[in-house]
């Protein structure tokens, strides 16, 4: 079994900056590419961002340039720095590995 575990989110004002984490733990022997995506009421869920088993990055023209997805030191870990949040971020943020697991998520609100 696989968990994935995202911690991080909250209320933010415009402007300001969020650094969520994705914490992965059970059966995994590799290094997995993993993903964030996310759903804002009334919309479909969205790709946000992207870090392949090598690290490379790729990101929805919505966020780049204000999110960061990165690495930590320890394999299956991922953190998404959110900066210059505008009122559109305000969605619950999931954590995917390898295009089969997921996390609850996390709710993110930028107010005005």
């Known amino acids: 079994q696989v968990q994935l575990v995202e911690s991080g989110g909250g209320l933010v004002q415009a402007g300001g900056s969020l650094r969520l984490s994705c914490a992965a733990s059970g059966s995994i022997f590799s290094i997995n590419a993993m993903v964030w995506h996310r759903q804002a009421p009334g919309n479909e869920r969205e790709w946000v961002a992207t870090?392949?088993?090598?690290?490379?990055?790729n990101y929805a023209d919505s966020v780049k340039g204000r999110f960061t997805i990165s690495r930590a030191n320890a394999n299956n870990t991922v953190y998404l720095q959110m900066n210059s949040l505008k009122p559109e971020d305000t969605a619950v943020y999931y954590c995917g590995m390898a295009g089969k697991y997921w996390g609850q998520g996390t709710q993110v609100t930028v107010s005005s």
């Open positions: 870090i392949t088993s090598g690290g490379t990055t």
